[in-house]
Nanobody, 122 residues
Framework: QVQLVESGGGLVQAGGSLRLSCAASRRTFIRYAMGWFRQAPGKEREFAAAISSNGGRTTYADSVKGRFTISRDGAENTVYLQMNSLKPEDTAVYYC???????????????WGQGTQVTVSS
């Protein structure tokens, strides 16, 4: 099964940037579509960004489109989320997710990391 470990979270001022990383199992990484979700305390987890298994297609939630960029590096078995122009409402625990598939998906993921905290101050 795929193992996912997020890193790169932290505290940043509004308008700043962070780059999140998700390290995945090498033997299964190329088969999986990947996504990023986020969850604020007391709120439900919500979709943020997704990328196809070959990295050719991406999709974003309206709340992050134009500010966040998802990418993947097969050689490094890693998916990234570049987060620019951060807003206080971006504060959440960010989770990496994986599922078998070639396309991009906003839900129905099977594997999840444990999350990394992103806090944006105003």
């Amino acid at each position: 099964q795929v193992q996912l470990v997020e890193s790169g979270g932290g505290l940043v001022q509004a308008g700043g940037s962070l780059r999140l990383s998700c390290a995945a199992s090498r033997r299964t990484f190329i088969r999986y579509a990947m996504g990023w979700f986020r969850q604020a305390p007391g709120k439900e987890r919500e979709f943020a960004a997704a990328i196809s298994s070959n990295g050719g297609r991406t999709t974003y939630a309206d709340s992050v489109k134009g500010r966040f960029t998802i990418s993947r590096d097969g050689a490094e078995n890693t998916v990234y989320l570049q987060m620019n122009s951060l807003k206080p409402e971006d504060t959440a625990v960010y989770y990496c997710a994986a599922r078998v598939g070639r396309d991009v998906y906003t839900g129905q993921y099977d594997y999840w990391g444990q999350g990394t905290q992103v806090t944006v101050s105003s």
